[in-house]
């Protein structure tokens, strides 16, 4: 019957593993539905081809589309955040494997100043970042496009070209080992549009802003001029393959072509109706792709073909509608499953119609504040853009009084690119957008004439554009009727540049006529991004709010129900588990501790300066760690104090000492303060928690002693979940110094509670048989089966939990996840270990026995680590705090009744041997955050491996060693 089970359980596991696998492999999907079988493109940037596939940038750079030789949809990969794959696609390209390479741009807070450059390889499930430009440190960082002018694959290798000042330089990716090698570095004097490389033959070719095209031959510095295709030629994206080349012409809106054995015949292949701005070439050379920044073709010499939308290949829909199914299937199985936790927890409260009432008031005070939130976000998203419009109007006039027009009147074609007249406007003009950098406006601007066809673009300040680009046609759209109507108008668009929000305004001549018009804008990315994310936020907040004011409320039930019991005795009649409420007490200290758990790490990562003589990590995981050694050592001492002194007196030191604690690192600045802080809120803990358990033990019948200890480990399991999602909360629109404000005034609720007690002083519990004997400690320790659970088990595993409380949070903030979200994540985590947990440790108790649940725990921990280790992103670091919020729900149960068990420890005295292992779980808790930060001076990867490999090896030699002896303890 037991084989059954395991083998049910093994089967269960094997396929939560295969769905697990499959939604995170498959987890771009989710950006696709189910129920629409075609994707319509919207803004499309670039689009190569390869191999049959064509690759596409679209929807402004924020998603990469795959097509396969049938031109179906087979991929999907967004992007548009630095949380995502991928921030900017500049560039993309695929190798013959399934990986696509990914040239990223992400864009700082300063307008279209470029943060960093990346070249990302994207697999099935798999992302890495193979090289990394950061431009923060650079006084005039890349703007807009970047540096990056081209990715493309040869011979499975990576090769990309990068304009870095006066030099152009090729880099190779080797795919075998992902090294990155510089191998062609060349001075450039031009003004560089755009670069190709040409693997085969060695050959760096470029377009210039001033028309031109040159190309740079093997073993040579030197640039040679192409002729030109025909006058007044406006050449801006090229590309080569095997000796062929292609580029774009603005003016002739087609793609002219010649080949590198003859580069004096240039020769117009296509024209178009529409300016065909960025182009790509298979590698065979038949296939040439070019995009309009709508729409996309596919071009050969007899016929062009719009692609405005594509079909999803079968497979890949098929995909698309197991991976919504199962998710589907997941969700409803969770609901199902809260449901019924929900309908369990209601029968087990004493007051249900005084729960229901205060549910009711809950919910519909959540309701309330969630109506109110909505309507003062939208009113203040609505005066934010106002205010932005109207700031930018009043910019962009000052930009327009600062035009000189006759020099403008001067600028008539392409070679007038950077002449004096150029200049001379263009400096007046960067030089007020640069002072609104400086106060924190990061506007652009842009300026445009017409000569009667199309909307030409004149100068930038990006500097990205030619002079006399051709931008759009004559007719109807708003740049024609600035000229035409000399009106201003204000714009919000998504086009392949991103997202923007601009003014167009007409300039004048002395006679009041409109020569030019000037366009002022601010991207909008960063403003989007922050409206979504401030919905987005307001809406789990309001949700977490309402999770921590019900588990309040059922706090609240318990507190009432206390001072219920407590009215109908008479003072004198109260025992010690009466004196005060134990539940609320052990409630009280745990929740305030946990509600700085969000963020302790980060903090102390920020305040900690170099002052010790430790390395970074290791002096990060000091206060943490002094914190849980101050714990442990009152924990042992504190029932003695309180034999001494009387519980409340006791109580009170506890209380007090961990209110000063919290004001010590509300009051006292920098790294120092929270080290000292930490220390008596650990110092505070112990005291409470050891005095609490003390009272527990007291109780007048085993049904008081009872019901002592489950107060106790529901006041624990509580606090810490209430903890971290109130601190969330508070972290919301606050900072840290709130929330130690708020934990000392929680501390001084609990000192008011312990007023009425009356202070016992009390000798502990009459001893057995085998207590009143003199315990053999060193005999007890080193008996097999005991020092194996000590220190192959119980302290491994007490140290693995820091991979909740130090690496998790230090972790996901390189990813710009904050400690609100932080929060909210333990909540969640909390909740399961609340409510799962106890039903979870029965079953896997009464399956597996108490020996094989520890082992079980051990194992899923160590497979916690692996699976960072494995895939090193911030998805399996999420799905590890999920795993760990399994384990830990029943590991403790787990742990305690293994040793329990043990016959060793009935010989020794249960008293004597469950001291032995508080002290052990409290040295594996104190030494988690050092040993933490110790393994992480190797990096994180190497940090977490090295861990993983130590509690594999532990957990084989407890199978090894952690067995009964054949000689019983005597």
Same mark, same amino acid.
């Given at each position: 019957?037991?084989?059954?089970?395991?083998?049910?359980?093994?089967?269960?596991?094997?396929?939560?593993?295969?769905?697990?696998?499959?939604?995170?492999?498959?987890?771009?999907?989710?950006?696709?539905?189910?129920? +629409?079988?075609?994707?319509?493109?919207?803004?499309?940037?670039?689009?190569? *081809?390869?191999?049959?596939?064509?690759?596409?940038?679209?929807?402004?750079? +924020?998603?990469?589309?795959?097509?396969?030789?049938?031109?179906?949809?087979?991929?999907?990969?967004?992007?548009?955040?630095?949380?995502?794959?991928?921030?900017?696609?500049?560039?993309?390209?695929?190798?013959?494997?399934?990986?696509?390479?990914?040239? /990223?741009?992400?864009?700082?807070?300063?307008?279209?100043?470029?943060?960093?450059?990346?070249?990302?390889?994207?697999?099935?499930?798999?992302?890495?970042?193979?090289?990394?430009?950061?431009?923060?440190?650079?006084?005039?960082?890349?703007?807009?496009?970047?540096?990056?002018?081209?990715?493309?694959?040869?011979?499975?290798?990576?090769?990309?070209?990068?304009?870095?000042?006066?030099?152009?330089?090729?880099?190779?990716?080797?795919?075998?080992? *992902?090294?990155?090698?510089?191998?062609?570095?060349?001075?450039?004097?031009?003004?560089?549009?755009?670069?190709?490389?040409?693997?085969?033959?060695?050959?760096?070719?470029?377009?210039?802003?001033?028309?031109?095209?040159?190309?740079?031959?093997?073993?040579?510095?030197?640039?040679?001029?192409?002729?030109?295709?025909?006058?007044?030629?406006?050449?801006?994206?090229?590309?080569?393959?095997?000796?062929?080349?292609?580029?774009? /012409?603005?003016?002739?809106?087609?793609?002219?072509?010649?080949?590198?054995?003859?580069?004096?015949?240039?020769?117009?292949?296509?024209?178009?109706?529409?300016?065909?701005?960025?182009?790509?070439?298979?590698?065979?050379?038949?296939?040439?792709?070019?995009?309009?920044?709508?729409?996309?073709?596919?071009?050969?010499?007899?016929?062009?073909?719009?692609?405005?939308?594509?079909?999803?290949?079968?497979?890949?829909?098929?995909?698309?509608?197991?991976?919504?199914?199962?998710?589907?299937?997941?969700?409803?199985?969770?609901?199902?499953?809260?449901?019924?936790?929900?309908?369990?927890?209601?029968?087990?409260?004493? /007051?249900?119609?005084?729960?229901?009432?205060?549910?009711?008031?809950?919910?519909?005070?959540?309701?309330?504040?969630?109506?109110?939130?909505?309507?003062?976000?939208?009113?203040?998203?609505?005066?934010?853009?106002?205010?932005?419009?109207?700031?930018?109007?009043?910019?962009?006039?000052?930009?327009?009084?600062?035009?000189?027009?006759?020099?403008?009147?001067?600028?008539?074609?392409?070679?007038?690119?950077?002449?004096?007249?150029?200049?001379?406007?263009?400096?007046?003009?960067?030089?007020?957008?640069?002072?609104?950098?400086?106060?924190?406006?990061?506007?652009?601007?842009?300026?445009?004439?017409?000569?009667?066809?199309?909307?030409?673009?004149?100068?930038?300040?990006?500097?990205?554009?030619?002079?006399?680009?051709?931008?759009?046609?004559?007719? /109807?759209?708003?740049?024609?009727?600035?000229?035409?109507?000399?009106?201003?108008?204000?714009?919000?668009?998504?086009?392949?540049?991103?997202?923007?929000?601009?003014?167009?305004?007409?300039?004048?001549?002395?006679?009041?006529?409109?020569?030019?018009?000037?366009?002022?804008?601010?991207?909008?990315?960063?403003?989007?991004?922050?409206?979504?994310?401030?919905?987005?936020?307001?809406?789990?907040?309001?949700?977490?709010?309402?999770?921590?004011?019900?588990?309040?409320?059922?706090?609240?039930?318990?507190?009432?129900?206390?001072?219920?019991?407590?009215?109908?005795?008479?003072?004198?009649?109260?025992?010690?588990?009466?004196?005060?409420?134990?539940?609320?007490?052990?409630?009280?200290?745990?929740?305030?501790?946990?509600?700085?758990?969000?963020?302790?790490?980060?903090?102390?990562?920020?305040?900690?300066?170099?002052?010790?003589?430790?390395?970074?990590?290791?002096?990060?995981?000091?206060?943490?760690?002094?914190?849980?050694?101050?714990?442990?050592?009152?924990?042992?001492?504190?029932?003695?104090?309180?034999?001494?002194?009387?519980?409340?007196?006791?109580?009170?030191?506890?209380?007090?000492?961990?209110?000063?604690?919290?004001?010590?690192?509300?009051?006292?600045?920098?790294?120092?303060?929270?080290?000292?802080?930490?220390?008596?809120?650990?110092?505070?803990?112990?005291?409470?928690?050891?005095?609490?358990?003390?009272?527990?033990?007291?109780?007048?019948?085993?049904?008081?002693?009872?019901?002592?200890?489950?107060?106790?480990?529901?006041?624990?399991?509580?606090?810490?979940?209430?903890?971290?999602?109130?601190?969330?909360?508070?972290?919301?629109?606050?900072?840290?110094?709130?929330?130690?404000?708020?934990?000392?005034?929680?501390?001084?609720?609990?000192?008011?509670?312990?007023?009425?007690?009356?202070?016992?002083?009390?000798?502990?519990?009459?001893?057995?048989?085998?207590?009143?004997?003199?315990?053999?400690?060193?005999?007890?320790?080193?008996?097999?089966?005991?020092?194996?659970?000590?220190?192959?088990?119980?302290?491994?595993?007490?140290?693995?939990?820091?991979?909740?409380?130090?690496?998790?949070?230090?972790?996901?903030?390189?990813?710009?996840?904050?400690?609100?979200?932080?929060?909210?994540?333990?909540?969640?985590?909390?909740?399961?270990?609340?409510?799962?947990?106890?039903?979870?440790?029965?079953?896997?108790?009464?399956?597996?026995?108490?020996?094989?649940?520890?082992?079980?725990?051990?194992?899923?921990?160590?497979?916690?680590?692996?699976?960072?280790?494995?895939?090193?992103?911030?998805?399996?670091?999420?799905?590890?705090?999920?795993?760990?919020?399994?384990?830990?729900?029943?590991?403790?149960?787990?742990?305690?009744?293994?040793?329990?068990?043990? *016959?060793?420890?009935?010989?020794?005295?249960?008293?004597?041997?469950?001291?032995?292992?508080?002290?052990?779980?409290?040295?594996?808790?104190?030494?988690?955050?050092?040993?933490?930060?110790?393994?992480?001076?190797?990096?994180?990867?190497?940090?977490?491996?090295?861990?993983?490999?130590?509690?594999?090896?532990?957990?084989?030699?407890?199978?090894?060693?952690?067995?009964?002896?054949?000689?019983?303890?005597?």
């Amino acid at each position: 019957m037991r084989q059954r089970k395991l083998a049910v359980i093994a089967t269960c596991i094997l396929i939560g593993c295969f769905l697990a696998t499959f939604l995170y492999r498959n987890r771009e999907l989710r950006f696709l539905s189910p129920f +629409k079988s075609s994707y319509f493109f919207e803004s499309v940037s670039e689009v190569v *081809e390869k191999n049959g596939n064509t690759y596409v940038i679209d929807q402004a750079k +924020k998603t990469v589309v795959v097509l396969d030789g049938e031109r179906k949809l087979v991929r999907k990969i967004d992007g548009g955040s630095e949380k995502a794959d991928f921030f900017y696609a500049g560039r993309v390209c695929g190798d013959d494997y399934g990986n696509i390479y990914i040239a /990223d741009i992400i864009m700082g807070e300063q307008g279209n100043r470029i943060q960093k450059e990346r070249i990302i390889k994207i697999g099935q499930g798999d992302r890495r970042v193979l090289y990394e430009f950061d431009d923060t440190k650079r006084s005039k960082p890349p703007l807009q496009y970047g540096e990056i002018l081209e990715l493309k694959i040869y011979r499975d290798d990576v090769y990309f070209v990068k304009s870095e000042g006066s030099y152009i330089d090729v880099y190779r990716i080797l795919q075998q080992t *992902e090294q990155v090698e510089k191998i062609e570095s060349i001075p450039c004097p031009y003004f560089v549009s755009d670069a190709t490389y040409d693997a085969a033959n060695r050959t760096v070719l470029i377009t210039t802003r001033l028309g031109e095209v040159f190309c740079c031959f093997p073993d040579s510095n030197s640039w040679s001029p192409v002729p030109a295709a025909f006058e007044n030629q406006i050449p801006w994206k090229i590309v080569v393959a095997d000796g062929e080349v292609y580029y774009t /012409d603005l003016n002739a809106k087609g793609i002219c072509h010649f080949s590198l054995s003859e580069p004096d015949k240039t020769e117009l292949l296509h024209g178009n109706e529409t300016v065909l701005y960025a182009l790509g070439v298979s590698e065979d050379g038949r296939t040439i792709t070019a995009t309009d920044y709508e729409n996309f073709f596919y071009l050969d010499s007899v016929s062009k073909a719009a692609e405005v939308c594509a079909e999803a290949a079968i497979g890949y829909r098929y995909r698309v509608i197991l991976f919504w199914g199962l998710l589907a299937a997941i969700v409803i199985a969770a609901a199902g499953g809260l449901i019924l936790l929900g309908i369990r927890v209601i029968k087990s409260i004493p /007051d249900k119609s005084g729960f229901g009432r205060m549910i009711l008031v809950v919910v519909s005070s959540v309701i309330v504040a969630s109506i109110a939130s909505y309507s003062s976000i939208s009113v203040l998203l609505e005066n934010h853009d106002r205010l932005v419009m109207d700031n930018m109007q009043v910019f962009a006039e000052s930009l327009r009084q600062r035009i000189d027009v006759d020099a403008l009147r001067q600028i008539e074609s392409i070679s007038d690119y950077h002449s004096a007249d150029y200049m001379n406007i263009k400096n007046a003009l960067d030089q007020v957008i640069e002072a609104g950098y400086a106060h924190n406006t990061y506007y652009y601007y842009v300026l445009y004439d017409t000569d009667g066809k199309t909307v030409n673009c004149l100068m930038d300040y990006e500097d990205t554009t030619v002079c006399g680009q051709p931008i759009y046609e004559y007719g /109807d759209n708003e740049y024609t009727r600035v000229l035409q109507t000399g009106e201003t108008y204000s714009v919000s668009e998504i086009s392949s540049y991103g997202s923007w929000m601009f003014t167009l305004l007409p300039v004048r001549d002395t006679n009041g006529k409109v020569v030019a018009e000037l366009e002022v804008g601010v991207s909008l990315d960063k403003a989007v991004q922050e409206k979504k994310d401030l919905v987005t936020g307001n809406i789990i907040t309001v949700v977490c709010s309402c999770g921590v004011m019900i588990m309040l409320v059922l706090e609240g039930i318990f507190v009432l129900s206390f001072f219920e019991k407590r009215r109908k005795l008479s003072r004198d009649a109260w025992d010690i588990t009466h004196q005060m409420p134990i539940r609320v007490m052990v409630f009280l200290v745990y929740m305030t501790d946990a509600m700085q758990d969000a963020f302790i790490a980060i903090l102390c990562s920020r305040l900690y300066a170099d002052t010790l003589p430790l390395p970074r990590e290791v002096a990060i995981a000091l206060p943490m760690s002094l914190q849980l050694m101050a714990a442990a050592v009152f924990s042992m001492c504190g029932g003695r104090f309180a034999e001494k002194y009387g519980i409340r007196r006791i109580m009170q030191m506890g209380l007090l000492g961990q209110m000063i604690g919290f004001l010590i690192c509300l009051l006292v600045p920098g790294y120092t303060g929270i080290l000292a802080g930490k220390l008596l809120i650990g110092m505070g803990l112990g005291t409470v928690y050891v005095t609490c358990n003390t009272m527990a033990s007291l109780g007048g019948s085993s049904e008081l002693v009872e019901s002592g200890f489950a107060d106790v480990s529901a006041g624990v399991l509580s606090g810490v979940t209430i903890g971290a999602g109130l601190g969330s909360i508070i972290l919301s629109f606050s900072d840290y110094r709130i929330v130690y404000l708020a934990g000392a005034l929680f501390m001084a609720g609990g000192l008011v509670l312990t007023i009425p007690a009356k202070n016992l002083r009390f000798v502990g519990s009459q001893e057995t048989e085998t207590d009143k004997k003199k315990f053999p400690i060193v005999k007890f320790l080193l008996n097999r089966r005991v020092i194996a659970f000590f220190l192959l088990i119980l302290v491994p595993f007490m140290m693995s939990l820091s991979y909740r409380e130090y690496f998790f949070p230090l972790y996901v903030e390189q990813y710009g996840m904050d400690e609100v979200q932080i929060g909210r994540i333990y909540l969640v985590c909390g909740m399961f270990v609340i409510y799962i947990g106890p039903m979870l440790s029965k079953y896997v108790l009464r399956v597996l026995g108490a020996k094989k649940s520890i082992v079980l725990a051990s194992l899923c921990m160590a497979f916690d680590m692996a699976l960072f280790v494995l895939f090193p992103n911030i998805v399996s670091v999420l799905i590890g705090m999920v795993i760990l919020a399994v384990v830990i729900s029943f590991a403790y149960t787990c742990q305690y009744t293994y040793f329990e068990g043990l *016959e060793e420890c009935e010989q020794a005295g249960m008293g004597n041997a469950m001291g032995i292992y508080a002290m052990f779980e409290n040295i594996g808790q104190t030494l988690g955050p050092i040993v933490y930060g110790a393994a992480l001076t190797l990096g994180n990867r190497h940090g977490i491996f090295l861990l993983f490999v130590l509690m594999f090896i532990l957990i084989g030699l407890f199978l090894q060693f952690g067995q009964k002896k054949k000689r019983e303890y005597k």
